[in-house]
């Protein structure tokens, strides 16, 4: 399966027109409906929606919708009827006047107090009835399915590219590994050298101190020496970092050919790749190794950054 960014865009635009053709009135016109997806990285999925009044309606099914398809992101949905513009009124038909003064009438009749109705409310309440809902509404879930279709094709574009750039690090990080892997028993020789020289050094000032009497033995020198070289051993010993370090990348890569749902489990993964060069850096008392860390942990950040976006 492939691997899905949670980054992508789609707009759709279904048929019809807000215009009235020749010999039409303007409430005859077929308006279109035009939608849009944005999508971006969140933990879980947040679905915002942004639609006009006459659209509100398929908010539920739309909703339903993305949620069968996106499993995380912060998506938004924006919708509007093409044509349609709050600043410029379309003129209402004679039946739509009629219409209103009948309905002012049957209420003035009932309630003589009530106000008549202002240029702005009719032109406002003549604008709304422009289309069918039904309609409108119908065409808008459809239009939604083909948006939904370009918005994955759209994050699975970009899950490629981000995938091919987590294989590129994951090999640069494996040379890194590879190139730590000598440094190891080289780490190993210069501190058994080291214990033999604090050895004999202490063995010389143990006799010397036997000789003037102390209770310092040859033994009591000895146990200090190679009390002090275990701990500097297990100290550098990156042995097991650098297996565990592989064991993660071995994970990465499978995780990445595997596809499908695999966000979350690389956000853990990078996280513990990054706990691992720290421990190495922290336990390196070798230049090299040290620049191998720093390298490493750059690495790392960069397919952080890049992780966060994955489905």
Same mark, same amino acid.
């Given at each position: 399966?492939?691997?899905?960014?949670?980054?992508?865009?789609?707009?759709?635009?279904?048929?019809? &027109?807000?215009?009235?053709? &020749?010999? +039409?009135?303007?409430?005859?016109?077929?308006?279109?409906?035009?939608?849009?997806?944005?999508?971006?990285?969140?933990?879980?999925?947040? %679905?915002?929606?942004?639609?006009?009044?006459? !659209?509100?309606?398929?908010?539920?099914?739309?909703?339903?919708?993305?949620? &069968?398809?996106?499993?995380?992101?912060?998506?938004?949905?924006?919708?509007?009827?093409?044509?349609?513009?709050?600043?410029?009124?379309?003129?209402?038909?004679?039946?739509?006047?009629?219409?209103?003064?009948?309905?002012?009438?049957?209420?003035?009749?009932?309630?003589?107090?009530?106000?008549?109705?202002?240029?702005?409310?009719?032109?406002?309440?003549?604008?709304?009835?422009?289309?069918?809902?039904?309609?409108?509404?119908?065409?808008?879930?459809?239009?939604?399915?083909?948006?939904?279709?370009?918005?994955?094709?759209?994050?699975?574009?970009?899950?490629?590219?981000?995938?091919?750039?987590?294989?590129?690090?994951?090999?640069?990080?494996?040379?890194?590994?590879?190139?730590?892997?000598?440094?190891?028993?080289?780490?190993?020789?210069?501190?058994?050298?080291?214990?033999?020289?604090?050895?004999?050094?202490?063995?010389?000032?143990?006799?010397?101190?036997?000789?003037?009497?102390?209770?310092?033995?040859?033994?009591?020198?000895?146990?200090?020496?190679?009390?002090?070289?275990?701990?500097?051993?297990?100290?550098?010993?990156?042995?097991? +970092?650098?297996?565990?370090?592989?064991?993660?990348?071995? +994970?990465?890569?499978?995780? %990445?050919?595997?596809?499908? @749902?695999?966000?979350?489990? %690389?956000?853990?993964?990078?996280?513990? !790749?990054?706990?691992?060069?720290?421990?190495?850096? &922290?336990?390196?008392?070798?230049?090299?190794?040290?620049?191998?860390?720093?390298?490493?942990?750059?690495?790392?950040?960069?397919?952080? @950054?890049?992780?966060?976006?994955? +489905?």
């Amino acid at each position: 399966m492939a691997v899905y960014s949670m980054t992508g865009y789609a707009t759709a635009h279904s048929g019809g &027109s807000a215009a009235p053709a &020749s010999g +039409e009135s303007s409430r005859d016109a077929q308006p279109g409906v035009g939608l849009e997806i944005r999508s971006v990285n969140s933990r879980f999925l947040d %679905l915002t929606f942004k639609l006009p009044d006459d !659209l509100r309606a398929t908010e539920p099914a739309l909703r339903e919708l993305l949620g &069968s398809r996106l499993k995380r992101g912060k998506v938004e949905v924006r919708a509007w009827i093409e044509g349609r513009s709050d600043t410029v009124p379309r003129q209402p038909s004679a039946l739509d006047l009629q219409k209103l003064v009948g309905l002012q009438d049957n209420v003035r009749a009932w309630l003589p107090t009530a106000t008549p109705l202002s240029v702005a409310e009719v032109l406002q309440l003549t604008s709304r009835q422009q289309g069918n809902p039904g309609e409108l509404n119908n065409a808008l879930v459809s239009l939604a399915q083909t948006a939904l279709d370009g918005l994955t094709s759209a994050r699975e574009r970009e899950g490629k590219r981000l995938s091919a750039m987590l294989l590129d690090r994951l090999s640069q990080l494996r040379l890194l590994a590879k190139d730590a892997q000598p440094l190891i028993p080289q780490l190993v020789a210069q501190q058994r050298q080291r214990f033999i020289d604090r050895w004999n050094d202490a063995l010389g000032a143990g006799g010397a101190s036997a000789a003037l009497g102390s209770s310092i033995t040859s033994d009591m020198a000895q146990d200090r020496a190679l009390t002090e070289a275990t701990a500097f051993a297990i100290r550098i010993d990156v042995a097991e +970092e650098l297996t565990r370090l592989d064991s993660h990348l071995t +994970e990465i890569e499978r995780l %990445l050919k595997k596809g499908a @749902e695999v966000g979350k489990r %690389l956000d853990f993964l990078i996280q513990e !790749l990054h706990r691992e060069a720290n421990t190495l850096g &922290s336990k390196s008392s070798h230049l090299e190794l040290t620049r191998i860390s720093v390298d490493m942990k750059v690495l790392i950040e960069q397919m952080r @950054e890049q992780v966060q976006n994955i +489905e």
